[in-house]
Each structure stands twice: as structure tokens, then as C-alpha cells.
């Protein structure tokens, strides 16, 4: 006999026991209750045969009766216990197994079915979350895969042209060029990578410190000049002075870094790149913009995903982590992030901050 069965056997006597524990108490104070009024209305005496068969007839009474009332109780259990649980454990089972497009479907309005179908509701909500974020993940690895392939392809070639005795100094040159820019751009993958993966597993917070914006703003801006010159770039500036804010200063580097990166990056020779900052008693805004090839709605609507590239022909080297990057890290800083563009004529992202004490210092959601 497997342990189910018997447990369900102890049950069954144990639940037996309760329904005749009670109706042996009640039928027990009914009787004494009746045979106290016949003897005090009508006089009746009752002799020890008359008592001795009455307390059999009750006592058959009562094992009729909790027998008929563990079997009412154990078909309502199966139907309106049982039946239910065994659907939410069999979905449970094909969810732990990886199938997420599993749901259970409610048992009806009736009111003794209103916890289940709230239990339900939970665990469809549930499932949908899991289908999502296994997607996700799946998305993830296979962009990770296709992107630390490329560099890693195009080192083994350039590696293996390197080798060749007959090259020219000039090809030499060019192949170990290749390999150190993509090299690089594979060290930026892994980087990114890790840093993204610490924003959203909640192990960075923000150091904060009071600082001056408009100087940071200044500071980042520079570090491009070497691509601005080389383009001939046209830089606009409007940046309000004296500007201070109470923030981490190496994660909004990080913003600053990405959005000014993208901006030279897609701004032809020639073209022009805007930032500006401006400030009331509440909000820093900042806006970083360009008259790059532009995006269109639809890839708006995306770019602050993981591996998104609103270039699709990947004709402008990236690994589509860095807007996703900026995003956790003005999330985390509680401000605010929006891009309005158009296609031809740039982009302009708009960044809006806090300026008080302790922005920041909660824990990302």
C-alpha cells in the first residue's frame, strides 16, 4: 500500500471520528432534553429495558449519521477541493518544467470557488511573468552570443593574416589596427555587460555627493573633442552656471558618456551636436542633441531595451547596451529619460533630475 492511500484511509477514519464525536453529542443532549420533558409533562416513567433500547436505536442513529455525513463531506471535499487543487499542482508541475504558456481557467462564480479562482489569477499572472522574462532571457543570450562573436570572428581572421610572411608593413599595420579596435569593442561588450547586470541585480547604489552639473556636462563633453575636430563637428552649447545637484557622480558619467557617444556617432561631418542645461528650484534638465540620421517612432519606442539597435545594418559599430545602461542608472537616480526625434534630422534626448538631498539613495525597484 503506497503511503498516499494510507494517509487518505487515516484521514477518512480521523474525519469519521469528528462527525460522530459531534453528532453523538448532539443527538445525546436532544435525547436527554426529550426524555426530561416526556417525564415532566406527561408523567411517563421509563423502566432500565425502555432506556437500554433507546441508548442502542441512538447509538445506531449516530453511526448512521456520521457515516452519512463523511460521505456528504468527502464528496464535496473531492468535488470542491480536490478537483480544483489538482489543477493548479498539474499547471504547477508543467510550469516548473518550462512550459509557460500554461494557464488554468477559473472554476465559475460560485461563490465557494472565490479563493481558488484568486489563487488562480495569481498563478496566470505568474506564469505570464516567467513566459516573459524567459523570453527575455532567451533574447538575451542569443545577442550576447551574436555579439561577442563578430569581434572574436574578426580577431581570429585578422590573427591569422598576421601570421603571413609575405605581408606588407602597411597590412600589418591595418590587420593589427583591426585587432586592437576590436578588442576594444569587446571589452566595451563585457564591461557593459557587467555593469548593467549589477544596476538591475541591485548590487550598485548611488554614492551621492553634491557637485556642479554644468561642470560635469563640460568635463564629458571634452573627452570627445578628438571626434569632434576630426569630424568637423559643430558643438552648441547652453549651459547654465552654477548649477548643483546631490547625485552620484561616476554612474551619471556613465549617462553623459553614452548619450554624447551616440550623438557624435551618428552626426555626419559637418553636423552639428547640441547640450544644454537649465535648472529650476526642483529639476536639472539636461539635453543632448544632434542632427544625426534620426530615428523613427517605432524604434523610439525601444531603444532603451537590451541589444536594441535602431541601426539595423549595424553600418555604426555598438552593442545596443548602452541606452539600456542610461536607463537603469537615471531610473535608479529617480529622474526621467525621453527621446524625441525625427528620421533625417537627429535626435535630442532629454534627461530630468532631482536636485534635492537623498535622491537616489532607495533601492531600485
Known amino acids: 500500500m503506497k503511503k498516499t492511500d494510507f494517509r487518505k484511509i487515516l484521514f477518512g477514519i480521523s474525519n469519521w471520528c469528528v462527525f460522530f464525536l459531534l453528532a453523538a453529542f448532539v443527538v445525546t443532549c436532544c435525547m436527554i432534553l426529550f426524555l426530561n420533558i416526556m417525564s415532566d409533562t406527561l408523567g411517563i416513567t421509563f423502566t432500565e429495558e425502555n432506556i437500554s433500547t433507546a441508548a442502542k436505536l441512538t447509538f445506531a442513529n449516530v453511526i448512521v449519521i456520521s457515516l452519512l455525513f463523511t460521505a456528504i ?22 510550469l516548473t518544467d518550462g512550459d509557460f504558456s500554461v494557464r488554468i481557467k477559473k472554476l465559475g462564480d460560485n461563490h465557494a470557488y472565490e479563493s481558488f479562482n484568486s489563487i488562480i489569477d495569481c498563478f496566470n499572472k505568474m506564469a505570464e511573468e516567467l513566459g516573459s522574462v524567459e523570453t527575455l532571457r532567451s533574447d538575451f543570450i542569443s545577442n550576447v552570443s551574436h555579439e561577442l562573436k563578430t569581434p572574436l570572428a574578426v580577431i581570429q581572421n585578422y590573427g591569422t593574416m598576421l601570421q603571413s610572411h609575405e605581408l606588407s608593413e602597411e597590412k600589418r599595420i591595418e590587420y593589427a589596427k583591426g585587432v586592437t579596435d576590436n578588442s576594444r569593442r569587446l ?9 548593467l547586470n549589477k544596476l538591475e541585480n541591485q548590487q550598485i547604489f548611488p554614492a551621492n555627493e553634491r557637485f556642479d552639473l554644468g561642470e560635469q556636462l563640460c568635463e564629458n563633453l571634452l573627452q570627445f573633442e578628438d571626434i569632434w575636430e576630426q569630424k568637423n563637428i ?26 554624447l557617444s551616440n550623438a557624435f556617432k551618428f552626426t555626419e561631418s559637418g553636423g552639428r551636436v547640441g547640450v544644454s542645461l537649465t535648472a529650476d528650484e526642483k529639476y536639472a534638465v539636461v539635453r543632448i542633441s544632434d542632427t544625426g540620421c534620426g530615428i523613427s517612432a517605432e524604434t523610439g519606442s525601444h531603444i532603451f531595451e537590451k541589444f536594441y539597435q535602431g541601426d539595423t545594418s549595424h553600418a555604426t559599430q555598438g552593442n545596443g547596451l548602452g541606452l539600456a545602461l542610461v536607463k537603469r542608472v537615471v531610473d535608479i537616480m529617480q529622474g526621467e529619460i525621453s527621446v524625441e526625434s525625427e528620421v533625417g534630422k537627429g535626435s535630442t534626448f532629454t534627461v530630468k533630475l532631482r536636485r534635492g538631498e537623498g535622491v537616489g539613495m532607495e533601492k531600485a525597484d
Do not use: C, F, H, Q
Not at 463531506?73 to 508543467?94: E, H, L, S
Open 73 to 94: 463531506d468527502t464528496i464535496r471535499r473531492k468535488v470542491m477541493v480536490d478537483r480544483p487543487t489538482k489543477r493548479i499542482t498539474d499547471a504547477g508541475k508543467k
Open 234 to 259: 559643430g558643438i552648441e552649447t547652453k549651459i547654465e552656471d552654477d548649477i548643483y545637484i546631490y547625485s552620484d557622480t561616476e554612474l551619471l558619467s556613465l549617462v553623459w558618456g553614452n548619450l
Open 187 to 195: 571589452a566595451s561588450l563585457i564591461t557593459n555587460i557587467l555593469k
